[in-house]
C-alpha cells in the first residue's frame, strides 16, 4: 500500500471540504439581492467552517466598514444556503464575484483572495 504525507493528505481533506455541489435547484439563494443595484458588488461564496473562508472573514469585516456606502461586500454561506452553489455557479468555495454598478459580473476567483487584490479589483471598477 502507498503512503501519503500527512501534509498531502491535510491538502486533500482541506480541498475536498471546500468543493461545492453545483446541482441546479431553480431556488434564489440569499435574503438580499445580489448584486446590489446601483452599487459595485463584492459577492464571497464561501462557508464559515471552510478553513479558506474563515482566513478570508477578517478581511472581508474590514472591507465592508472601509467601502460602506460605496462599494457592496457580501458574504454567502453555501453550506446554510447550499440553493447558493447553483445560483452563482460555484464549483470550488470560496469563490469571490465581482459585479460594476450596472449589475454585470466583470471578474470570478476561486480560492483565498487577500485584501490588496480585492482593493486593486474594486478600483479597476470605479471605487473610491
Known sequence: MKRISVRKLIGIIVFSCCLVSTAAT?????????PV???VTMVDVGAKKCIPCKMMAPILEEL???YQDKAAIVFVDV???PDA?????IKLIPTQIFYNAEGKEV???EGFLDKATIINELQKLGVK
Open 79 to 81: 453550506w446554510e444556503n
Open 85 to 89: 452553489g447553483a445560483k452563482y455557479g
Open 64 to 66: 465592508e466598514k472601509e
Open 107 to 109: 471578474l470570478r476567483h
Open 37 to 39: 443595484p446601483g452599487m
Open 26 to 34: 431553480g431556488a434564489e439563494a440569499g435574503d438580499s439581492e445580489t
